[in-house]
């Protein structure tokens, strides 16, 4: 049952790629039967190669198309989406029989409103998965049916550049949008290094677990019989694994280069925060020994054979190719954990290479050096149950992680599951299951130090719950904010600060007060936010500023919750293309896009309270530099009379 799991997992996260490809293009019309009852046709243009599946399918195969109308309560009653005739077939990607559409196909649906209904559009949830022989997509999209027009497109990609709308403001001093407050070059530069030395610690770990470590003597071994060409096959493949590593971040700057929010839509997405969390589920109870996730043997093998038929340094590379394959069962979960980190950090594909990279050099490095030193090789520690005990520590990392993209849903969809105190106490139960298991392996001195220091951290995040002193901030980011609290009721901001999570609203204060706005564009599932609020919004001198001087206007971009039905918004492009926000957050994502060409999160901007823009804008950065972005901010502001 679970040797094809990291199969799907695969699918999934190159799916994710694929956003880029706009396998079907959509379109609707209507026909009026009489006053209140009309037939809604949808249209699927499906291109060359791909597969759309069916509405009736069975379960373990491909996900099904659904059509799910917003609100029901318009209708007297509708029929089911009727579809043509599908080809059904033996799938190999699924390995069953599946039913499917090629090149085109018609859905038909009959709709019979009731005599209240007013509007002149009616908006249908549009789920569907396409496939080609080598990925799979999951998209999900807006139908709008418009019942006085014939002809309604509905195209997938949308052009914010072009926009005129309500969201639109008119900035004063907009060259300012042009850079940064704090370079791109310096911000991303620390960002980089620290994902570097990420992945080379993930690297490292990964070379003490079973699947690896053994590896390493016999390899070693091997090349040592090449005598003078023995240290060039050494380092050639060392430099092989590091490229293979490199290239699998590759695909992810297509997905990008076409558009800006998707890497947004990957972080703040309910549903695919619940994927990950469950896929981290599932690399915890692999790396437990629960089960082994692995890919399919006829991959190593036939990887191998070829390394056999070649010589050199193509011999070489299938043979790190090997390595890479057959240690996946140890290696997969670190590489998903870093994989998924890096695309919803601010960096996406750039810091997925770097990640990649320094994972890559960690696992070369005893290749190489080895080839160099052979007479190392037998002072190294002989493999055995201490590289088991270290896969289960991975596994209780893993599943810690879990619980955080667990919290994201929770945080997004403020279901108030997953307050801070709880997932705290998660954690500390977690930290000293790990010392308890520990201790139970093995009484040896050295698992009895790491024993209590597992039981130590889980203590001390256990303080925090009964001590509010307890200093949290290297995990800040990973933990919900403080403002979400089974304590705290009265006040859902940052700190206590009063901030407005309306533009309109704080703007109106703005003016009232004759005071600048601190724009904050954050996100409940946004790490790099929580690090801001949490350890510069903190320092007193900050504060001051933030709580004194400013109107905290902080917009969500992730927030679910739903726009009132007057509050709806259709955009246009100018290509006619439609784009409808019915959520507050899509609402300030846009706004973000449509006004300062950014989609990015933390992202934060000072007004005046005529719109003047009183310095660069600025994202995550250093408590001094915020400081001093503020200062200047607020003198400008004062050195002018702007109102």
Same mark, same amino acid.
Request: some cysteine; overall charge negative.
């Given at each position: 049952?679970?040797?094809?799991?990291?199969?799907?997992?695969?699918?999934?996260?190159?799916?994710?790629?694929?956003?880029?490809?706009?396998?079907?293009?959509?379109?609707?019309?209507?026909?009026?039967?009489?006053?209140?009852?009309?037939?809604?046709?949808?249209?699927?243009?499906?291109?060359?190669?791909?597969?759309?599946?069916?509405?009736?399918?069975?379960?373990?195969?491909?996900?099904?198309?659904?059509?799910?109308?917003?609100?029901?309560?318009?209708?007297?009653?509708?029929?089911?989406?009727?579809?043509?005739?599908?080809?059904?077939?033996?799938?190999?990607?699924?390995?069953?029989?599946?039913?499917?559409?090629?090149?085109?196909?018609?859905?038909?649906?009959?709709?019979?409103?009731?005599?209240?209904?007013?509007?002149?559009?009616?908006?249908?949830?549009?789920?569907?998965?396409?496939?080609?022989?080598?990925?799979?997509?999951?998209?999900?999209?807006?139908?709008?049916?418009?019942?006085?027009?014939?002809?309604?497109?509905?195209?997938?990609?949308?052009?914010?550049?072009?926009?005129?709308?309500?969201?639109?403001?008119?900035?004063?001093?907009?060259?300012?949008?042009?850079?940064?407050?704090?370079?791109? %070059?310096?911000?991303?530069? *620390?960002?980089? =290094? $620290?994902?570097?030395?990420?992945?080379? /610690?993930?690297? !490292?770990?990964?070379? &003490?677990?079973?699947?690896?470590?053994?590896?390493?003597?016999?390899?070693?071994?091997?090349?040592?019989?090449?005598?003078?060409?023995?240290?060039?096959?050494?380092?050639?493949?060392?430099?092989?694994?590091?490229?293979?590593?490199?290239?699998?971040?590759?695909?992810?700057?297509?997905?990008?280069?076409?558009?800006?929010?998707?890497? %947004?839509?990957?972080?703040? *997405?309910?549903? =695919? $925060?619940?994927?990950?969390?469950?896929? /981290?589920?599932? !690399?915890?109870?692999? &790396?437990?020994?629960?089960?082994?996730?692995?890919?399919?043997?006829?991959?190593?093998?036939?990887?191998?054979?070829?390394?056999?038929?070649?010589?050199?340094?193509?011999?070489?590379?299938?043979?790190?190719?090997?390595?890479?394959?057959?240690?996946?069962?140890?290696?997969?979960?670190?590489?998903?954990?870093?994989?998924?980190?890096?695309?919803?950090?601010?960096?996406?594909?750039?810091?997925?290479?770097?990640?990649?990279?320094? /994972?890559?050099?960690?696992?070369?490095?005893?290749?190489?050096?080895?080839?160099?030193?052979?007479?190392?090789?037998?002072?190294?520690?002989?493999?055995?149950?201490?590289?088991?005990?270290?896969?289960?520590?991975?596994?209780?990392?893993?599943?810690?992680?879990?619980?955080?993209?667990?919290?994201?849903?929770?945080?997004?969809?403020?279901?108030?599951?997953?307050?801070?105190?709880?997932?705290?106490?998660?954690?500390?139960?977690?930290?000293?299951?790990?010392?308890?298991?520990?201790?139970?392996?093995?009484?040896?001195?050295?698992?009895?130090?790491?024993?209590?220091?597992?039981?130590?951290?889980?203590?001390?995040?256990?303080?925090?719950?009964?001590?509010?002193?307890?200093?949290?901030?290297?995990?800040?980011?990973?933990?919900?904010?403080?403002?979400?609290?089974?304590?705290?009721?009265?006040?859902?901001?940052?700190?206590?600060?009063?901030?407005?999570?309306?533009?309109?609203?704080?703007?109106?204060?703005?003016?009232?007060?004759?005071?600048?706005?601190?724009?904050?564009?954050?996100?409940?599932?946004?790490?790099?936010?929580?690090?801001?609020?949490?350890?510069?919004?903190?320092?007193?001198?900050?504060?001051?500023?933030?709580?004194?001087?400013?109107?905290?206007?902080?917009?969500?971009?992730?927030?679910?919750?739903?726009?009132?039905?007057?509050?709806?918004?259709?955009?246009?492009?100018?290509?006619?293309?439609?784009?409808?926000?019915?959520?507050?957050?899509?609402?300030?994502?846009?706004?973000?896009?449509?006004?300062?060409?950014?989609?990015?999160?933390?992202?934060?901007?000072?007004?005046?309270?005529?719109?003047?823009?009183?310095?660069?804008?600025?994202?995550?950065?250093?408590?001094?530099?915020?400081?001093?972005?503020?200062?200047?901010?607020?003198?400008?502001?004062?050195?002018?009379?702007?109102?």
């Amino acid at each position: 049952m679970f040797k094809n799991i990291y199969l799907k997992i695969l699918f999934f996260f190159i799916s994710l790629v694929s956003f880029s490809q706009e396998p079907v293009i959509w379109s609707t019309s209507v026909e009026k039967i009489d006053n209140y009852k009309y037939k809604l046709i949808t249209f699927a243009n499906i291109q060359d190669n791909w597969r759309l599946y069916s509405q009736n399918l069975e379960d373990g195969g491909a996900l099904p198309t659904e059509f799910i109308f917003e609100d029901e309560s318009i209708f007297e009653s509708f029929s089911d989406v009727s579809e043509q005739e599908s080809i059904t077939k033996y799938d190999p990607i699924f390995k069953m029989d599946q039913s499917y559409f090629i090149e085109e196909t018609v859905f038909t649906q009959e709709i019979y409103l009731t005599d209240s209904f007013n509007q002149n559009t009616i908006i249908q949830d549009l789920y569907y998965q396409v496939c080609d022989d080598r990925v799979c997509i999951f998209q999900d999209i807006k139908l709008v049916f418009n019942l006085n027009s014939d002809d309604v497109a509905l195209v997938n990609s949308f052009d914010y550049s072009s926009i005129v709308s309500d969201l639109k403001l008119i900035l004063g001093n907009s060259e300012l949008l042009e850079n940064e407050y704090v370079t791109e %070059n310096n911000d991303n530069f *620390s960002r980089r =290094l $620290n994902i570097l030395i990420l992945g080379l /610690f993930g690297g !490292f770990l990964a070379l &003490l677990t079973p699947c690896v470590f053994p590896m390493i003597p016999l390899t070693v071994s091997f090349f040592s019989t090449k005598n003078e060409k023995a240290k060039l096959y050494s380092m050639s493949y060392g430099f092989f694994i590091i490229l293979i590593y490199v290239s699998l971040s590759i695909p992810f700057y297509f997905l990008e280069n076409i558009n800006p929010e998707i890497l %947004n839509q990957i972080s703040t *997405s309910p549903i =695919l $925060n619940f994927i990950f969390f469950s896929i /981290f589920i599932v !690399f915890a109870l692999s &790396l437990f020994g629960l089960f082994e996730i692995t890919l399919p043997s006829s991959w190593s093998n036939t990887v191998d054979t070829k390394s056999n038929l070649y010589k050199g340094l193509i011999s070489t590379f299938f043979m790190s190719l090997t390595l890479c394959l057959v240690s996946f069962s140890c290696t997969g979960p670190i590489l998903g954990t870093l994989l998924v980190g890096t695309l919803t950090s601010a960096g996406g594909a750039i810091d997925l290479t770097y990640g990649m990279l320094g /994972f890559g050099v960690a696992l070369a490095i005893p290749f190489t050096l080895l080839a160099f030193f052979p007479n190392i090789i037998n002072k190294l520690p002989k493999s055995g149950s201490w590289t088991n005990t270290i896969k289960v520590i991975l596994g209780f990392v893993e599943l810690a992680l879990a619980f955080k993209f667990l919290s994201n849903v929770d945080l997004i969809q403020e279901w108030g599951l997953l307050k801070r105190e709880v997932f705290i106490a998660i954690w500390v139960l977690i930290s000293i299951a790990c010392g308890i298991y520990l201790i139970i392996v093995s009484r040896r001195i050295s698992y009895i130090i790491s024993s209590i220091f597992f039981i130590f951290i889980g203590l001390y995040m256990g303080s925090s719950l009964f001590n509010k002193s307890t200093n949290m901030s290297l995990l800040s980011g990973l933990l919900p904010p403080e403002f979400y609290s089974i304590y705290n009721n009265s006040n859902d901001c940052p700190l206590g600060l009063d901030c407005i999570k309306d533009f309109d609203e704080g703007l109106n204060k703005s003016k009232l007060t004759k005071k600048p706005i601190l724009l904050d564009f954050t996100g409940w599932a946004c790490a790099n936010c929580r690090r801001v609020e949490e350890n510069t919004w903190s320092v007193p001198k900050v504060y001051d500023l933030i709580n004194n001087e400013f109107i905290l206007i902080s917009l969500y971009v992730d927030d679910r919750s739903d726009l009132s039905s007057e509050n709806i918004i259709i955009l246009k492009d100018k290509n006619g293309n439609e784009k409808i926000l019915d959520k507050v957050g899509e609402k300030w994502s846009a706004f973000q896009t449509i006004n300062f060409k950014n989609n990015s999160q933390p992202y934060y901007v000072l007004l005046s309270p005529d719109l003047q823009l009183l310095n660069k804008p600025l994202q995550y950065t250093d408590t001094e530099t915020y400081y001093e972005w503020l200062s200047k901010g607020l003198e400008n502001f004062k050195s002018v009379i702007i109102f």
